[in-house]
């Protein structure tokens, strides 16, 4: 029985649900191959394979791998199409047949000899090889092979592995045609067939009989067979039983996890009344990472600014200009900021916007400026994680997990069994259960701070006049700095509006007026101006079928 396919089947699986796909150089299948391979009385056999590719797109020929088993070698080597001879380079045991082309349908045919490929016993003469094995990187859509004897044959004999087991059968004149149909890449299928031993009289005879051991194999195989039925029968029973349970057992995990976020967001939900400014419970780069995205925008950069401002570290000294007061910062994320923009960018005391993008725009600089950017958010992201506003269920994460590995295992069990079903929906449910591995739903506390700043930030699109005055300094410029770093487009309708009508009485206790087009635009021209791309490359392995022959078939 193929033993490998399973796994391959498996891997397959996993790389198609967990990563992304990358596409191949040349988009080819191959739908049919026949092989007739013709032994000779002197031990050599003749091949002649007819391989009909299918090419999507652009090709510059076919590529077959053959690797003779030990003591073995190919020799003659041609490819043909209609009769005409191609093209063919050899590295190795892979060889390319030259034959470039473009979206169509090609019937490739290979010629090649084997030479030494018989072995004489007493009782007959053995071809025992692999035409293909687990290094093939090729589907077979429909795959023949026959082997023909030198003469008429009357007791031949044979078996078949993996994807050739059962699918044998004797011809009239003793030539045995093996259907294997559909062979998926990276499976073996050696084919094993023992002749009279009277149609080879010049090959010197080795000690011992053949058909002997080739019936013992027969019955091994058969044996095998008869015990992979029983344990699929036990597997499929398991299975029929397991699956359906994690599925359920599923289901009511999400719905419990669903319904305790849905519950505690409602009940943090602030009550309807007077327009207020929440209490400072992070700073407000902090809150905007919680509230609005982990990603935070040249928007909560110039919010980072403004925090400084309000803080009394940093004064702003003009729209463009701002005095560094203190360096004695509450955050570490807040003194990663100060370093960025009043020692590398400004001279260390003072800092103006215009050396912003003068700063940037030497591409010497970029990596020191996207250093002290990542140092900066990480300081933030730090702020977030110290406030615990995430819930940790590490009974029920492990549980979770342990029960993803636990159907990960199945799945290896069903995919030996050929239980193909089972082994998709173990791999499914596996994966989710794995993801409740990351499962951090909300607090009520980080509920809170949502709902409050979200109330806040729409109150704020129409606030009445009197609501606003009523605010202190502090709250105003609280709510300012969130409104403002919480919209990455600061030119639109709604924030002109709002810092045409509120920025004075915001910033007047602070002695400055705020531009946040000219402050959140020079921090977009400074990460604009940053950048960065990477790839990579791949390489392949060698596998083996009977005494380490066996190949494969691919294009390029």
């Known amino acids: 029985m193929n033993k490998k396919k399973p796994f391959m089947i498996l891997m397959m699986l996993l790389v198609f649900i967990l990563f992304p796909i ?5 988009d080819y299948s191959i739908t049919e191959v026949t092989i007739d391979a013709q032994v000779n009385a002197d031990g050599a056999v003749e091949v002649v394979e007819y391989h009909t590719y299918e090419f999507d797109g652009d ?19 041609r490819g043909y199409e209609n009769g005409k001879k191609l093209e063919v380079e050899r590295q190795g045991d892979l060889y390319k047949v030259f034959r470039s082309g473009g979206d169509e349908t090609i019937i490739i045919e290979l010629r090649y000899e084997i030479q030494e490929a018989i072995e004489k016993f007493e009782d007959g003469a053995e071809f025992y090889w692999p035409f293909f094995d687990d290094r093939n990187e090729s589907e077979y859509g429909q795959l023949t092979v026959s082997v023909s004897p030198p003469a008429l044959a009357d007791e031949t004999d044979f078996v078949g592995y993996d994807e050739a087991y059962r699918t044998g059968s004797l011809q009239n004149d003793g030539a045995v045609l093996f259907e294997m149909g559909t062979v998926l890449e990276g499976t073996n299928g050696d084919v094993r067939v023992v002749f ?13 009989a053949i058909r002997g ?19 699929q029968d036990t597997g499929s029973s398991i299975g029929n039983g397991l699956i359906p349970a994690a599925g359920a057992l599923l289901a009511a995990m999400a719905a419990w996890a669903w319904n305790r976020a849905r519950k505690t967001k409602q009940q943090a939900k602030p009550a309807d009344g007077a327009f207020f400014v929440p209490k400072q419970k992070m700073s407000i780069p902090a809150t905007l990472y919680f509230t609005k995205s982990a990603v935070l925008t040249p928007a909560a950069t110039a919010a980072a600014l403004m925090e400084l401002v309000r803080k009394k570290n940093v004064e702003q000294l003009s729209e463009e200009q701002f005095r560094l007061i203190g360096r004695n910062t509450e955050f570490a994320h807040e003194a990663a900021l100060i370093d960025l923009l009043f020692d590398k960018v400004g001279d260390g005391e003072t800092f103006e916007t215009k050396d912003l993008e003068s700063y940037t725009k030497n591409e010497l600089n970029h990596s020191s400026y996207n250093e002290s950017i990542a140092d900066w958010q990480q300081g933030v992201a730090e ?31 069903f995919g030996l069994l050929n239980l193909f079903v089972l082994m998709f929906f173990s791999i499914v449910f596996g994966i989710f259960f794995i993801a409740f591995c990351f499962y951090s739903p909300i607090t009520y ?9 979200k109330q806040l930030r729409a109150a ?42 509120y920025s004075e009485s915001a910033f007047a206790d602070f002695g400055v007026f705020y531009n946040p087009v000219l402050l959140t635009g020079i921090f977009i021209a400074a990460n604009s101006s940053s950048s960065a791309s990477a790839s990579g490359t791949g390489s392949m392995s060698a596998g083996g079928g009977v ?5 494969g078939s691919g294009a390029f």
């Open 22 to 26: 990358q596409a191949l150089a040349v």
């Open 59 to 77: 090709f510059n020929g076919i590529t077959r791998e053959i690797a003779p088993k030990e003591g073995t070698s190919i020799q003659k080597f």
């Open 196 to 208: 009279d031993a009277e149609l080879f009289p010049a090959l010197p005879q080795q000690d011992g």
């Open 213 to 231: 051991e080739l019936a013992d194999e027969k019955e091994r195989l058969q044996n095998d067979a008869l015990a992979f039925a029983a344990r």
């Open 383 to 413: 702020e977030v994680k110290q406030h615990d506003l995430y819930g940790k269920h590490p009974v029920f994460r492990w549980t979770a997990g342990l029960l993803g590995l636990a159907l990960f295992a199945a799945a290896v069990f």
């Open 445 to 453: 506390e980080g509920h809170v701070i949502r709902q409050e700043w």
């Open 460 to 501: 704020m699109e129409n606030l009445d006049e009197a609501a606003w005055n009523g605010l202190t300094p502090d709250e105003k410029m609280r709510a300012f700095a969130y409104v403002l770093g919480a919209d990455e487009n600061s030119a639109n309708r709604n924030t002109q509006s709002f810092t045409n009508a």
């Open 547 to 551: 005494g380490g022959g066996g190949g």
